[in-house]
């Protein structure tokens, strides 16, 4: 399992001793939610903070456009050192240009799917995608409970990518900690986004080590 812990749980006040800590901890990806205010309520992370971020840390930035026609932005994110990007098939009437285009400035193409939106909506674009993002939560907030049937989501995604033959990973977010990685896991996803579970614990670096033991003990 890939951790990828996202950083908008962590103090915004000091994102580099986040980094450290996700470098300690044994992520494999550094999780950056971008919010417009439009197509969620929250505003985050612009392009200077991915650059600022991709100065300071080896691990690859994966970056999770929550906004608007992603199509005005994406290119501006890409420059900034975004190493896998992922759009909302709900935010744009061109999925399969965009993902081109992710993968024509050399980073992982992502798809994500919201929780009401139906698996069947990437299965003609699997070819054109490197992963696809289950939201287990609506996304605009962290902190969210867990919403348990993106499980069965994630079961028929890993079905689908199976039956295709393809690599594409599967990725979730929200609501992941230790009472339910394993599930996840269990289910097909091979890469997990934890926020609160990670920084909101005593010792995050601890608590990274910690879900990826959890993870590895489901896989066996």
């Not at 919403?147 to 079961?155: C, E």
């Not at 990826?212 to 896989?219: F, H, I, P, R």
């Amino acid at each position: 399992m890939k951790l990828a812990p996202s950083i908008l749980a962590a103090d915004l006040a000091d994102l580099a001793d986040a980094l450290r800590q996700c470098e300690e901890g044994g992520a494999d990806l550094v999780h950056v939610d971008v919010m417009d205010g439009h197509f969620v309520p929250n505003l985050t992370f612009g392009p200077p903070m991915v650059q600022a971020l991709k100065r300071r840390t080896k691990l690859p930035l994966d970056v999770h456009l929550m906004v608007a026609n992603p199509e005005r932005l994406l290119d501006d994110y890409l420059a900034a050192g975004a190493g896998w990007v992922s759009v909302h098939v709900e935010a744009t009437a061109h999925l399969d240009r965009l993902l081109q285009r992710i993968r024509a400035a050399g980073a992982k193409a992502g798809a994500v799917l919201n929780p009401a939106t139906p698996v069947s909506a990437v299965a003609d674009c699997l070819p054109a995608l490197d992963f696809v993002l289950v939201m287990s939560v609506n996304p605009g907030f962290a902190g969210q409970r867990f919403i348990p049937y993106a499980l069965d989501k994630v079961r028929r995604l890993a079905a689908l990518v199976r039956d295709a033959g393809l690599p594409v990973e599967i990725e979730i977010d929200g609501g992941i900690g230790l009472d339910n990685v394993a599930d996840a896991v269990a289910a097909g996803a091979g890469i997990c986004v934890a926020g609160s579970a990670v920084f909101a614990a005593p010792d995050p670096i601890a608590r990274m080590r910690e879900l990826k033991q959890v993870a590895a003990g489901a896989l066996r």
